[in-house]
């Protein structure tokens, strides 16, 4: 397991029956976590500035118990990023991705040319921002405008706003084959497909019966030197085996290199606690 334990700004203070306990920049959450499957002695009496509770009937809502901004600023090393309380419980990012951010940092500084990077299912932009701070190319697609609107919110914190970077609200599938005809090609491919989700025209979108014909119409987009193809995956039951099984065939059939996979997680503060968020699967070129 890859731990992210750097990330100064963020920690989990405790787990419990269901439940993390969490400080961003010093508003504190308490919010489900489907992985809590243990209840320890002590009761969950946290103190917290805003609690979220799912409903018997789907959904949830967000109880504030204490004054806290409409949106804040957290940090991980030189990057700044938005974060606000969502209707479904999150806030707008996944910290442990910053193993991810890191390494497509690395690989563009290692390649000491212009590198150009895809990421797909996009979101509110981290990874689009890390490469932008190596001064890649960037193409950020999402089926979400509010998502778009709030990446865009994070590139200009982080005084990005004259990077070479295109936002499309568009379905990840539509846009890959458009890309395709178009003959555009990237040194770099990042997609963090959901389970279920719709695109930006209510298309269906559905992880099992999809990402394999995404991942083999993404392959066609990697320029003749690929650098990484990474895939991350929340879906429970779907295998970093299976990632890696189909990394192999529609990547490293076409381009020879290294596949790896993990699961990300995030240690809990003063504690041997861990808590699983994910895993990852990749591709990468030979050094």
Known sequence: MKLISDFIEYQILDLNNGKKLETWNGVILN?????????????????NDATYDRSNTG??????????PTSWIINYHDLKFNLKLMGFKHTGLFPEQAYNWNLVRKKIREAKRK????????????????????????VHVD??????????????????????IRF???????????????????DIIVMDPPSFGRGAKSEVWNIENDLDNLI????????????LFIINSYTTGLSKTILENILYLRVNTKFSGIITSDELGLP????????????????????
């Open 143 to 164: 089926s979400s405008r509010g998502m778009i609107d709030w990446a865009k919110e994070n590139v200009k914190l982080n005084n990005l706003e004259n990077g070479n």
């Open 168 to 186: 499309l609200v568009d379905d990840v599938r539509k846009f890959v084959k458009r890309e395709i005809r178009r003959g555009n090609k990237y």
């Open 216 to 227: 083999k119409d993404a392959s066609l987009l990697l320029s003749d030197n690929p650098l």
């Open 59 to 68: 959904g949830g809502k967000w109880t504030i118990n204490n004054r806290i």
């Open 115 to 138: 590198v150009n990077v895809l990421n797909l299912f996009a979101y509110t932009g981290a990874l689009s921002i890390a490469a932008l701070k190596e001064g890649a190319s960037v």
């Open 31 to 47: 919010r489900p976590d489907p992985q809590v499957i243990w209840q320890k002695e002590n009761n969950l009496n946290w103190i």
């Open 268 to 287: 809990v503060k003063d504690s041997n606690l861990i808590l699983p968020c994910g895993l990852y699967a990749r591709w990468e070129n030979k050094e």
